[in-house]
C-alpha cells in the first residue's frame, strides 16, 4: 500500500512558475514509476508527465513539454513537478500517481493523491 500526498498548489499569473510535490508513504518507493495527471472541471483526468522508478526515463504531453519537468528523489521518498511558463490552460487539479510503470494513462497506476488545485490567471 502506498499513500500519496501532494502539496504546492496554488494561484499563479500566466508566465509564472510551480514546483508540485508527491510525499510517499513506504520503503519501496523507488520500485514504483510516478505520474502527474491533471483534471480540470468538466474534462476527463490528462496525462501530464511520468518518470521511471530509477528517474532514468521521462515522459511527457506534448502539451507541457519543453515548460514542465518532471523529478524524484526517492531517498525523500518524492516525486516533483517543475512547471514553468504556465498557462491558463494549465489550470487544474493536478494528481500523483504511483504505478508499476511509467505509463501514459490513468488505468496504469494503482495508487493515487487527493489531488492540488493549480489556477493560472491570465
Known amino acids: 500500500q502506498v499513500q500519496l500526498v501532494e502539496s504546492g498548489g496554488g494561484l499563479v499569473q500566466a508566465g509564472g512558475s510551480l514546483r508540485l510535490s508527491c510525499a510517499a508513504s513506504g520503503r519501496t518507493f523507488n520500485t514504483y514509476a510516478m505520474g502527474w495527471f491533471r483534471q480540470a472541471p468538466g474534462k476527463e483526468r490528462d496525462f501530464v508527465a511520468a518518470i521511471s522508478g530509477s528517474g532514468r526515463y521521462t515522459y511527457y504531453a506534448d502539451s507541457v513539454k519543453g515548460r514542465f519537468t518532471i523529478s524524484r528523489d526517492n531517498a525523500k521518498n518524492t516525486v516533483y513537478l517543475q512547471m514553468n511558463s504556465l498557462k491558463p490552460e494549465d489550470t487544474a487539479v493536478y494528481y500523483c500517481?504511483?504505478?508499476?510503470?511509467?505509463?501514459?494513462?490513468?488505468?496504469?497506476?494503482?495508487?493515487w493523491g487527493q489531488g492540488t488545485q493549480v489556477t493560472v490567471s491570465s
Open positions: 500517481a504511483a504505478g508499476a510503470i511509467a505509463g501514459t494513462t490513468s488505468h496504469e497506476y494503482d495508487y
